[in-house]
């Protein structure tokens, strides 16, 4: 029905930059809003960043200044771009999206993609 394809990660050196795309793809009436989640080992899963269908966005404590949220509504696409990357930063990235597939829908669900392992080491 729905697929979120994320690309863009691999292995960074600290202070270093790197950008993640998700894509969505599918029987896609509306996206409310779309974002990343990132899980680091033994910790649980954390927003990074959300932005809605009307530009607005929003970030962790963690990554303000330095990690920027985008989308290209006519793609379907948002971006992450990755800037003064830090150890902490390592995680699996997921891209989440608020989807509504039908019209009839009264409101969106949740989809999400499989994940990119952003590794940040020197």
């Known amino acids: 029905q729905v697929q979120l394809v994320e690309s863009g990660g691999g292995l960074v050196q600290p202070g270093g930059s790197l950008r993640l795309s998700c894509a969505a793809s599918?029987?896609?009436?509306?996206?409310?809003?779309m974002g990343w989640y990132r899980q680091a080992p033994g910790k649980e899963r954390e927003l990074v960043a959300r932005?809605?269908?009307?530009?607005?966005?929003n970030y962790a404590d963690s990554v303000k200044g330095r990690f920027t949220i985008s989308s290209d509504n006519a793609k379907k696409t948002i971006y992450l771009q990755m800037n003064t990357l830090k150890p902490e930063d390592t995680a699996v990235y997921y891209c989440?999206?608020?989807?509504?597939?039908?019209?009839?829908?009264?409101?969106?669900?949740?989809?999400w993609g499989r994940g990119t392992l952003i590794t940040v080491s020197s």
């Open positions: 989440n999206a608020d989807i509504k597939t039908s019209p009839f829908q009264q409101w969106g669900m949740d989809y």
């Open positions: 599918g029987s896609i009436v509306r996206i409310n809003a």
């Open positions: 932005i809605t269908s009307g530009g607005s966005t």
